[in-house]
C-alpha cells in the first residue's frame, strides 16, 4: 500500500459540509455585546458581508464552494493523507495511525481554507481592506495571503508575545502585503486601555480580536475575519474531512478515532464535523478534541454565554470558557491560546458527542520529536496536541493488544517554530500548572444573560 494517499484536483471538494441541521438540537442564538439580547443582523452586518453571514446561520447541509476559491484551493488542495507506518514500527503498535497533513498550503497550516473564501466573500461584498487578529501567526499569515489573491488590504493584529516569539511569522505578513500591529497597540482604544493599566502587557488572542473588531466597526471600507470559533469557518475547514474520507475509500479502511487538536475549533470541525456525520448511517467513529493543559477551554472550562473578545466588543456566544479576560500562560502552541471555544464544538461536547483531553507542552514536544524522527516532518507546537494524543491512543491499543484506526490532524509544520523546539531540546520548556486561581477569578465575570 502506498504511504501518501493522493487526490486528484477535480477531487477537490465542491461543496462544504454544514454540520448544523444534524446538530443534537437547535442553536443558541448570538447575543449583542451592546444589548445583551439576540444580535441584530444589522449589527453583524457592520463587520461581516451578507453572504458569510448567510452561511453563519444556514441550515443547508450542502454549501457550494465557488469556482475562484475551488481555483486557489488548487495551488495545494487535496492535501495528501499518510499512513504513518514508520512511526507505527517506531511504537511497536498494533494500531494503524493516519495523518492528514494541512502543512502543505502556502502558508503552512490548515488557515488559507477559510481565509481563501473570506476574503473572496469581501472582495465580492465591495470592501477594500480587511482587519484581523492573529496568536502564532498561521491565520494572519494566512490571511495575508489571501488578500494578497485578491487585490485586498490586511492590517493583522498580532499578540505581542508571538511577535517576539516568531519574528519571521510577521515577515511573512509583510511579504504579502500585509500591515502588522503588535497588541495590544496605541492604534485602538481597547489596545491603549490595556496599555495604559499593563504596559508590559503580552497580549492574548481576546485582546487581539477587540482590537480588530473595533479597527472593522470604526472603518466602513473594512470588515473583520476570523480564523476559527464561527460557524461559517467550521464550514470552510470541511474540506479537510470530506477529502479525508475519499481518501480512506482508496485506502479501502476507516477510522476508529478522529483526533484534531483544538484552539478555537475550527481545525477540529474541519476534520471530524464530516465524520460525525457517517454516524446516521451506523458507523461508530469517535471524535477527540485536544487542548493545552494551560488552556483547557473543554476540560475545565464552563459552558455558558460570554464575550468572544477582552474588551466585550465581539459578540456573546454560548460556548466553553475559561473568562473572556483571562490571560493564558505564554506557552507555544500560540495558535491554542483562546479562553473560548467554537459554539457548534461545544454544544457537541455538552451532548456528550465527542471526547476531549488536555495536554502539557512538554509531553506535547516529546511527541512531536518521535514524530519528527519516524515521519520527518517538523509538527506545528499546536499540531503537536493531536500527535501526542494519537500516540498514546496508539499505546493504548498496544496495552490492549487491539487493531485500531487512528486519524489525526497534522494542521500546520513548525519550521518557523524552531525556538519552541530548542527551548525543549535544551531542557528549557516551562510546564505551566493549571492556572485554577486565575481561572475561577476570571469565570466570576461572565456576562448575566437573561433572555
Ligand atoms: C498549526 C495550527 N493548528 C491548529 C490551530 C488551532 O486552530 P483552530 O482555532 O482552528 O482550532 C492553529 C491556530 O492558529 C494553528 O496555527
Redesign the pocket.
Same mark, same amino acid.
Given at each position: 500500500m502506498n504511504t501518501k494517499i493522493i487526490l486528484s484536483e477535480e477531487q477537490i471538494p465542491r461543496q462544504w459540509y454544514n454540520i448544523i441541521p444534524d446538530m443534537p438540537g437547535p442553536l443558541h442564538p448570538v447575543i449583542s455585546p451592546r444589548t445583551l439580547q439576540p444580535a441584530k443582523p444589522e449589527e453583524m452586518l457592520a463587520i461581516f458581508p451578507p453572504a458569510i453571514l448567510q452561511q453563519e446561520m444556514s441550515t443547508e447541509r450542502w454549501i457550494d464552494i465557488p469556482d475562484e476559491v475551488r481555483d486557489i484551493y488548487r495551488l495545494w488542495r487535496p492535501s495528501p493523507l499518510y499512513r504513518a507506518r514508520r512511526l507505527e514500527q517506531a511504537l511497536q503498535t498494533p494500531a494503524k495511525i493516519y495523518y492528514k497533513y494541512e502543512g502543505v498550503s502556502p502558508a503552512g497550516?490548515?488557515?488559507p481554507n477559510s481565509a481563501i473564501p473570506q476574503a473572496w466573500y469581501n472582495k465580492q461584498a465591495g470592501i477594500r481592506r480587511l482587519a484581523t487578529e492573529t496568536?502564532?501567526g498561521?491565520?494572519g499569515s494566512s490571511l495575508a495571503l489571501a488578500c494578497s489573491m485578491f487585490g485586498l488590504e490586511c492590517t493583522v493584529y498580532m499578540v505581542k508575545v508571538s511577535c517576539q516569539q516568531k519574528p519571521y511569522r510577521k515577515s511573512m505578513m509583510e511579504l504579502w502585503g500585509a500591515r502588522v500591529n503588535p497588541s495590544p497597540s496605541e492604534f485602538t482604544n481597547a489596545g491603549r486601555t490595556i496599555l495604559a493599566h499593563d504596559p508590559e502587557c503580552q497580549g492574548s488572542l481576546g485582546i487581539a480580536i477587540s482590537e480588530a473588531v473595533e479597527d472593522a466597526a470604526t472603518h466602513a471600507d473594512t470588515n473583520y475575519a476570523l480564523?476559527?470559533?464561527l460557524n461559517h469557518?467550521c464550514l470552510h475547514?470541511t474540506v479537510i474531512g470530506l477529502e479525508a474520507k475519499e481518501q480512506f475509500k482508496v485506502a479501502g479502511d476507516y477510522p476508529d478515532v478522529v483526533i484534531a487538536?483544538?484552539?478555537?475549533? $475550527?481545525?477540529?470541525a474541519g476534520l471530524a464535523f464530516p465524520f460525525i456525520a457517517d454516524r446516521a448511517a451506523g458507523r461508530k467513529v469517535r471524535a477527540m478534541a485536544v487542548e493545552p493543559a494551560s488552556c483547557p477551554t473543554l476540560t475545565k472550562g464552563v459552558y455558558a454565554f460570554d464575550y468572544g473578545d477582552t474588551a466585550k466588543m465581539a459578540p456573546i456566544a454560548m460556548m466553553y470558557t475559561l473568562g473572556h479576560d483571562f490571560m493564558p500562560p505564554g506557552i507555544h502552541a500560540?495558535?491554542?491560546r483562546?479562553h473560548g471555544e467554537s459554539p457548534l464544538v461545544s454544544q457537541l461536547y455538552h451532548a456528550g458527542e465527542i471526547e476531549a483531553k488536555s495536554y502539557k507542552q512538554n509531553a506535547c514536544f516529546e511527541g512531536a520529536i518521535l514524530f519528527s524522527r519516524s515521519e520527518g516532518i517538523v509538527p506545528?507546537p499546536?499540531?503537536s496536541h493531536a500527535v501526542r494524543a494519537a500516540i498514546d491512543e496508539a499505546m493504548l491499543a498496544k496495552e490492549e493488544g487491539k487493531e485500531r484506526t487512528i486519524l489525526f490532524g497534522l $494542521?500546520?509544520h513548525g519550521q518557523l517554530d524552531m525556538g519552541a523546539y530548542d527551548a525543549y531540546l535544551s531542557g528549557n520548556l516551562e510546564d505551566y500548572e493549571y492556572p485554577e486561581a486565575k481561572i475561577r477569578e476570571a469565570l466570576e465575570r461572565l456576562p448575566k444573560i437573561c433572555l
Amino acid at each position: 500500500m502506498n504511504t501518501k494517499i493522493i487526490l486528484s484536483e477535480e477531487q477537490i471538494p465542491r461543496q462544504w459540509y454544514n454540520i448544523i441541521p444534524d446538530m443534537p438540537g437547535p442553536l443558541h442564538p448570538v447575543i449583542s455585546p451592546r444589548t445583551l439580547q439576540p444580535a441584530k443582523p444589522e449589527e453583524m452586518l457592520a463587520i461581516f458581508p451578507p453572504a458569510i453571514l448567510q452561511q453563519e446561520m444556514s441550515t443547508e447541509r450542502w454549501i457550494d464552494i465557488p469556482d475562484e476559491v475551488r481555483d486557489i484551493y488548487r495551488l495545494w488542495r487535496p492535501s495528501p493523507l499518510y499512513r504513518a507506518r514508520r512511526l507505527e514500527q517506531a511504537l511497536q503498535t498494533p494500531a494503524k495511525i493516519y495523518y492528514k497533513y494541512e502543512g502543505v498550503s502556502p502558508a503552512g497550516s490548515h488557515k488559507p481554507n477559510s481565509a481563501i473564501p473570506q476574503a473572496w466573500y469581501n472582495k465580492q461584498a465591495g470592501i477594500r481592506r480587511l482587519a484581523t487578529e492573529t496568536g502564532a501567526g498561521q491565520w494572519g499569515s494566512s490571511l495575508a495571503l489571501a488578500c494578497s489573491m485578491f487585490g485586498l488590504e490586511c492590517t493583522v493584529y498580532m499578540v505581542k508575545v508571538s511577535c517576539q516569539q516568531k519574528p519571521y511569522r510577521k515577515s511573512m505578513m509583510e511579504l504579502w502585503g500585509a500591515r502588522v500591529n503588535p497588541s495590544p497597540s496605541e492604534f485602538t482604544n481597547a489596545g491603549r486601555t490595556i496599555l495604559a493599566h499593563d504596559p508590559e502587557c503580552q497580549g492574548s488572542l481576546g485582546i487581539a480580536i477587540s482590537e480588530a473588531v473595533e479597527d472593522a466597526a470604526t472603518h466602513a471600507d473594512t470588515n473583520y475575519a476570523l480564523g476559527s470559533v464561527l460557524n461559517h469557518v467550521c464550514l470552510h475547514q470541511t474540506v479537510i474531512g470530506l477529502e479525508a474520507k475519499e481518501q480512506f475509500k482508496v485506502a479501502g479502511d476507516y477510522p476508529d478515532v478522529v483526533i484534531a487538536c483544538c484552539g478555537g475549533g $475550527s481545525n477540529f470541525a474541519g476534520l471530524a464535523f464530516p465524520f460525525i456525520a457517517d454516524r446516521a448511517a451506523g458507523r461508530k467513529v469517535r471524535a477527540m478534541a485536544v487542548e493545552p493543559a494551560s488552556c483547557p477551554t473543554l476540560t475545565k472550562g464552563v459552558y455558558a454565554f460570554d464575550y468572544g473578545d477582552t474588551a466585550k466588543m465581539a459578540p456573546i456566544a454560548m460556548m466553553y470558557t475559561l473568562g473572556h479576560d483571562f490571560m493564558p500562560p505564554g506557552i507555544h502552541a500560540g495558535g491554542l491560546r483562546y479562553h473560548g471555544e467554537s459554539p457548534l464544538v461545544s454544544q457537541l461536547y455538552h451532548a456528550g458527542e465527542i471526547e476531549a483531553k488536555s495536554y502539557k507542552q512538554n509531553a506535547c514536544f516529546e511527541g512531536a520529536i518521535l514524530f519528527s524522527r519516524s515521519e520527518g516532518i517538523v509538527p506545528a507546537p499546536e499540531s503537536s496536541h493531536a500527535v501526542r494524543a494519537a500516540i498514546d491512543e496508539a499505546m493504548l491499543a498496544k496495552e490492549e493488544g487491539k487493531e485500531r484506526t487512528i486519524l489525526f490532524g497534522l $494542521s500546520g509544520h513548525g519550521q518557523l517554530d524552531m525556538g519552541a523546539y530548542d527551548a525543549y531540546l535544551s531542557g528549557n520548556l516551562e510546564d505551566y500548572e493549571y492556572p485554577e486561581a486565575k481561572i475561577r477569578e476570571a469565570l466570576e465575570r461572565l456576562p448575566k444573560i437573561c433572555l
